[in-house]
C-alpha cells in the first residue's frame, strides 16, 4: 500500500479482554516496528521484526503482550486480559533499511482505552 | 542498552527566537540519529538525519560524538513549528530502533 496502515483507528475494551491490533506496512518493508505512546512515557519500545522473525522482544510489558508477523507483512499485536494500564496509542513502523539511513515511516495508531 | 535522553519535556519559546532541544544518546556501537516530529493531529514523521547533514524546515542537528549530543537548533522559531519532537537512534548493523521521551515545542506569538 502506499502507506502503512493500522487498524482499528480506536478500541475500547473492558479490563479483562483481548485485543488485536493490525498492521499492515509498506509493500516490501523489510523490518517491522510496534511502540507504545503514552502521555509522559514517549515512545515505548516495544518489538521490531525482521522479516517475520523477532530478533528482539525485551520491550513488551508482560507475558500478556505478544506480537507475530506472517508472510514478511502484515502483523498483529495481541494484548490478553487487558488492564487499564494498557490504555495507549500503539504505533506500528516499518522501514525498508539503507545502510546509514534507517528510516520508519509510522502508521496513524491504535488508541486504546481498557475501561 | 541503548538510551536516547530527552531532558525537557516542554519548552516554550517565542516567535522569532531562537530554539534548542537537546539530545543526549548512550555510546554503543555506530550510532545512527535521528529527529522525528509529530504535528497536532498528524502521524509522526522524519525531520532529519545526522548521515544527510541537511537544514530541513530551517532546523539542523549537528552529532557530537565527544558529548554523544545530537542536539536540534533553529535560529528563528515559527509558531507552525509547535509540535512533539522525539530524538531516535538505531545502531548500524541491527534494526534496533530506540526513541525518547519526547520534547513538546511551544512557540508563542
Known amino acids: 500500500g502506499a502507506g502503512v496502515s493500522q487498524s482499528p483507528s480506536n478500541k475500547v475494551t473492558e479490563k479483562g479482554k483481548d485485543v488485536e491490533l493490525r498492521c499492515d506496512p509498506i509493500s516490501g518493508h523489510t523490518a517491522l516496528y510496534w511502540y507504545r505512546q503514552s502521555l509522559g512515557q514517549g515512545l515505548e519500545f516495544l518489538i521490531y521484526?525482521?522479516?517475520?522473525?523477532?530478533?528482539?522482544k525485551s520491550g513488551l510489558p508482560s507475558d500478556r503482550f505478544s506480537a507475530e508477523r506472517t508472510g514478511g507483512s502484515v502483523s498483529t499485536l495481541t494484548i490478553q486480559r487487558t488492564q487499564q494500564e494498557d490504555s495507549a496509542v500503539y504505533l506500528c513502523?516499518?522501514?525498508?533499511?539503507?545502510?546509514?539511513?534507517?528510516?520508519?515511516?509510522f502508521g496513524a495508531g491504535s488508541r486504546l482505552t481498557v475501561l | 542498552a541503548q538510551r536516547v535522553t530527552q531532558p525537557e519535556k516542554l519548552l516554550s519559546v517565542f516567535k522569532g527566537a531562537p530554539v534548542e532541544l537537546k539530545c543526549n544518546y548512550s555510546?554503543?556501537?555506530?550510532?545512527?540519529l535521528f529527529w522525528y516530529v509529530q504535528y497536532s493531529r498528524q502521524r509522526l514523521q522524519l525531520l532529519l538525519r545526522h548521515i544527510s547533514r541537511e537544514s530541513i524546515k530551517g532546523f539542523t542537528a549537528d552529532l557530537n560524538k565527544g558529548e554523544t549530543s545530537f542536539h536540534l537548533k533553529k535560529p528563528f522559531a515559527q509558531e507552525e513549528d509547535s509540535a512533539m519532537y522525539y530524538c531516535a537512534r538505531s545502531t548500524s548493523g541491527t534494526y534496533k530502533y530506540i526513541f525518547g521521551t519526547g520534547t513538546r515545542l511551544k512557540v508563542l506569538a
Open positions: 521484526f525482521q522479516g517475520n522473525s523477532a530478533p528482539d
Open positions: 555510546y554503543s556501537g555506530s550510532p545512527e
Open positions: 513502523a516499518s522501514s525498508h533499511r539503507v545502510p546509514g539511513a534507517n528510516v520508519l515511516t
